[in-house]
């Protein structure tokens, strides 16, 4: 496979990944007795994929990438808003229910937009630095400091926007509660995804 067949296809899973974390992520579970969102399954391939643009593409790539995917992110917004407010026909009787999943899916995009937007700058940004300080060497250190300190501002903006005062229950202790474990997680899953971003590297660069 070519290079640029390669680069479209990391392209492709970060679109569709980032689509899941929007269309599926309400969803809540237990993991080892934490409460974490079904999205926390595809975050770690967002960062996994830019660190790995970052390092053979370049930093202005990756932010490519991420400029695209938030107009994504803001199209799949205008729509779902507008899918949800145009009146049904009489005959659809799963209005309520409709609006209910999708109501919740709209203000979980707005957060993934806004949180999404920052921590991938900053990722790219601090993978970029770090990657200078240690002249190209070490891609383990960047690509774990890098998601670990974005993920925090992710994580932290994408729960007070989409949970915050949801129902009397998600106060800012409440959201905080849930912050650390999130992060903690995505934390394990960063440093899990290390060997897979050598190898991405090493299937990117060659033709």
């Not at 992520?25 to 830019?50: D, E, Q």
């Not at 800012?172 to 650390?180: D, R, V």
Request: proline residues 3%; glycine residues 2%; contains cysteine.
């Amino acid at each position: 496979m070519k290079s640029d067949n390669k680069e479209l296809f990391l392209f492709a899973l970060f679109i569709t990944s980032m689509v899941l974390v929007n269309t599926i992520g309400t969803k809540i579970i237990s993991l080892f007795n934490i409460r974490v969102s079904v999205g926390i399954f595809f975050m770690p391939v967002l960062f996994l994929i830019t660190d790995i643009i970052g390092e053979v593409k370049g930093k202005k790539r990756a932010l490519f990438f991420v400029r695209i995917s938030i107009i994504m992110l803001i199209f799949s917004f205008l729509m779902v808003a507008l899918c949800v407010v145009i009146p049904p026909d009489s005959s659809y009787s799963l209005n309520k229910e409709y609006s209910n999943i999708f109501g919740s899916t709209l203000r979980m995009t707005l957060a993934s937009l806004i949180s999404f937007a920052i921590s991938q700058n900053i990722d790219i940004i601090v993978f970029s630095l770090v990657k200078k300080i240690t002249k190209e060497k070490h891609l383990w250190i960047r690509n774990n400091v890098s998601t670990m300190i974005s993920q925090l501002f992710d994580t932290t903006i994408f729960m007070f926007i989409a949970f915050y005062n949801i129902n009397p229950k998600f106060n800012t202790s409440f959201i905080i509660s849930l912050i650390i474990p999130y992060w903690i997680f995505k934390i394990i899953f960063a440093l899990l995804d290390t060997p897979f971003c050598y190898l991405g590297v090493k299937w990117l660069k060659k033709e």
